[in-house]
């Protein structure tokens, strides 16, 4: 069965401030997805990452992802409040392109 | 504008009564899923339809149903058999093959 686990869980930030959360799976995997969660929304869609080394980026976000490692990192640069929100890492188990098995979610609060 | 809609966003019903939640997208995509979340939670998936007349079983399916079609709909019944019903019920559809899925808004289900 594939696990996807998330850490940390809970992470809370001074505005300005880079962290980086990670997303390990226990399976052969060669794509992963990140998404975004606003309290009470649905997800949008922020990366998708096809393969080892894939690297994308956008605005203060960096998300990457070491398919030997079994592990992706989302990391974030010069925090700001509008950051403040659940990150979730979602993994195609099979890669076929039809199964998403995600993490427990990152909850992310970042004060001013 | 393309996009995927949910419907009603809230919605009560009591205890022992059968309840259908409807998913519409107009994005043309062959796959659609149905995801519970519970607060603080990751997402688990319900049932999944790769084409028209045919899906299968997730992680959770006892206690659901679901149905295609058509294309462009995938309906989810919460049956009086599913012990806690109560939850946030996500829709997402995709390009078959290609794993980045596209979320609804979502329906809030409370049975009391």
């Known amino acids: 069965e594939l696990k996807v686990e998330q850490n940390p869980l809970f992470l809370s930030m001074q505005e300005g401030k880079n962290y980086t959360i990670y997303c390990n799976y226990s399976?052969?995997?060669?794509?992963l997805y990140w998404y975004r969660q606003d309290p009470g929304k649905s997800l949008e869609s922020l990366f998708v990452?096809?393969?080892?080394?894939a690297v994308k980026q956008e605005g203060r976000l960096m998300a990457s992802l070491d398919t030997k490692a079994r592990l992706s990192t989302l990391h974030i640069t010069a925090a700001v409040h509008d950051l403040s929100a659940t990150y979730f890492c979602?993994?195609?188990?099979?890669?076929?392109?039809?199964?998403?098995?995600f993490g427990g979610g990152t909850r992310l609060m970042v004060k001013p | 504008d393309g996009g995927i809609t949910q419907s009603p966003k809230y919605l009560f019903r009591k205890e022992g009564q059968n309840v259908t939640l409807s998913c519409e997208q107009n994005?043309?995509?062959?796959?659609m899923y149905w995801y519970r979340q519970d607060p603080g939670q990751g997402l688990r998936l319900i049932y999944y339809?790769?084409?028209?007349?045919?899906?299968q079983k997730g992680d959770i399916a006892e206690g659901y149903s679901v149905s295609r079609e058509k294309k462009e709909s995938f309906p989810l019944t919460v049956t009086s058999a599913q012990k806690n019903p109560t939850a946030f019920y996500l829709c997402?559809?995709?390009?078959?093959?290609?794993?980045?899925?596209?979320f609804g808004p979502g329906t809030r289900l409370t049975v009391t």
């Open positions: 997402a559809s995709s390009i078959r093959g290609y794993g980045e899925q596209y």
């Open positions: 399976t052969t995997s060669d794509r």
């Open positions: 990452l096809l393969s080892n080394g």
């Open positions: 979602a993994v195609d188990i099979n890669n076929a392109g039809n199964m998403l098995t």
């Open positions: 994005l043309n995509h062959d796959a």
């Open positions: 339809s790769q084409i028209v007349n045919d899906f």
